[in-house]
């Protein structure tokens, strides 16, 4: 691909779109500072950052979803603001989605069009027949005419569903007839096949003369080959912006990770040697994220699992706790297998584990600190999962676990939504330190939590571990997943890529384990 980083919009100089200090923060946190850049028509920029480096917060406000607390954004060269992805579309912004947006219990040709159906209102009367036939239309256009626009979305594989979520974002630009359309990509080659991939390559090449494409991905291969620009994110700002025949994928690393690690953050110091004594077992794990997993953790080890979207290292956190979420294999916890029993089971074996969104699956955010701090014990007490509650043990306990880590609240009776974000988190793992656990298995524990916090939470893992439990520590921060670690297994496509030695005398360089990652 060529030219496309001096074109320009078709008004003749003005950029297609425009982001100019555009900054947001969450709790405090910025999570995007300052960032400016345009995009030209026939123009593909290709976003590249770590996860966390600000990335989906981007697109999150180009496409409407979220509003930046600083800074504008142009059209053409025209201000505008975005109040929702249905008024970004309106102006001339699309986006596929990192996470598949389509409705799966509804036929395919309903997901194209959905919330522009009054396109197809003839005389009061919604044409059902007309949307079927351009969505036909449409998956021939795109060489996918095998796909059959009235079946159920959800009874196509993950992979064809990906391909639809990609046409549905062109197929507005056209049903909206938008001349020179701005296409947010946010991932979407992450669960693509090989052959799949190809189809995405040849559709970019094909539109790409009568849009502007922001281009997410972790492939830094894509990078360079699909895209005529590359901008860097990193921490939440901009670090580089350079045409991407300039760059190699060895460079591109080095801009991505360049940062130095503390070590007295990490409470290096603290990190014990294993024993050879394995607490936690994995046999040939898979599932239909991935595939043939195995490792062991050994009494007072922290193994750090790092991977990008798609790798499938969040499902197999998942799976390592939940029988249910497994196809094959095996977890033993001090021998003992776990084959059946699904979570509680795994939690009488002194199993726990934290979620990477504790608003979605960890936190109950309505009730009391005190109630969140001892569900983990209530919920195995006898073999009928019930138990009598006793209240001043409860608050005892509670009383006990907000002491020993610190958690700032008004009063164990407080609701956990009044609590700040590492707060909430440090309950989450005060339950499971009340439950007691030979293994803890922590999936990003602290994303979007304050430094402050983090190295609070820091020492809290490194408690566990003095005290000979197993730790497995799943994350999106490589300096952390190197600073806490003794080991760290790069994950890449559903498989182990590497096993990479972390001792406390010789950590390796971040740019060592994006290679087998990316």
């Not at 991932?187 to 970019?204: I, K, Q, Y």
């Not at 790798?311 to 706790?321: I, P, T």
Request: aromatic share 6%.
């Amino acid at each position: 691909m060529t030219g496309g980083a001096t074109d320009v919009a078709s008004n003749g100089s003005r950029p297609l779109l425009a982001a100019e200090g555009l900054g947001k923060s969450y709790d405090h946190i910025p999570v995007l500072k300052d960032v400016s850049f345009g995009l030209n028509h026939r123009e593909v920029i290709g976003l590249a950052g770590e996860n966390g480096a600000g990335k989906s917060t981007l697109l999150n406000i180009l496409s409407g979803v979220t509003r930046p607390d600083t800074g504008r954004m142009l059209l053409g060269g025209e201000e505008v603001r975005l109040n929702g992805y249905r008024a970004a579309n309106q102006a001339g912004v699309f986006r596929v989605y990192q996470e598949l947006s389509l409705v799966p219990n509804v036929p395919v040709f309903e997901n194209l069009f959905l919330s522009h159906e009054h396109r197809f209102v003839r005389f009061g009367m919604l044409q059902r027949s007309a949307m079927i036939k351009r969505a036909s239309e449409l998956f021939e256009q795109f060489g996918h005419g095998w796909i059959d626009p009235k079946r159920q979305t959800g009874a196509y594989e993950f992979t064809v569903r990906q391909v639809i979520e990609i046409i549905k974002a062109f197929a507005l630009a056209e049903l909206l007839e938008t001349q020179a359309p701005i296409l947010l990509l946010d991932e979407p080659t992450a669960g693509l096949l090989h052959d799949e991939t190809e189809f995405f390559s040849e559709m970019l090449l094909r539109v790409r003369d009568r849009s502007g494409i922001i281009f997410v991905t972790h492939r830094l291969s894509e990078l360079l080959d699909l895209c005529d620009k590359v901008m860097v994110l990193k921490d939440g700002a901009v670090v580089a912006s350079e045409s991407a025949a300039d760059l190699t994928e060895d460079s591109v690393h080095h801009l991505m990770v360049g940062r130095t690690r503390r070590a007295d953050f990490y409470k290096e110091d603290r990190q014990v040697a294993p024993s050879a004594n394995p607490m936690l077992r994995v046999r040939g794990l898979s599932s239909s994220k991935f595939a043939d997993v195995s490792f062991d953790v050994c009494e007072g080890e922290i193994l750090g699992i790092a991977g990008v979207l798609g790798s499938g290292k969040s499902e197999l956190a998942r799976a390592l706790f939940d029988p249910d979420e497994r196809e094959r294999g095996s977890v033993s916890v001090r021998e003992r297998e776990l084959s059946s029993g699904g979570v509680v089971a795994s939690m009488r074996a002194r199993m726990g584990y934290v979620p990477p969104e504790r608003h979605d699956d960890g936190a109950l955010l309505s009730l009391p600190v005190s109630w969140n701090i001892s569900l983990a014990r209530i919920s195995t007490a006898n073999g009928r999962g019930a138990t009598k509650l006793d209240l001043a043990q409860e608050k005892r306990e509670a009383s006990q676990y907000v002491d020993l880590l610190g958690i700032r609240t008004p009063g164990i009776g407080a609701p956990l939504r009044n609590l700040s974000g590492g707060n909430q988190q440090k309950v989450i793992l005060a339950r499971w330190l009340a439950r007691g656990v030979d293994v803890l298995v922590l999936d990003n524990p602290t994303r979007g939590v304050d430094a402050g916090a983090k190295e609070e939470i820091y020492g809290i893992l490194r408690d566990v571990t003095e005290r000979g439990a197993a730790i497995v520590l799943i994350g999106d921060d490589l300096p952390e997943l190197i600073g806490m670690s003794t080991r760290v297994i790069l994950m890449k496509d559903g498989r182990i890529a590497a096993t990479v030695e972390t001792p406390v005398d010789a950590k390796p360089e971040e740019v060592e384990l994006v290679g087998h990652i990316v």
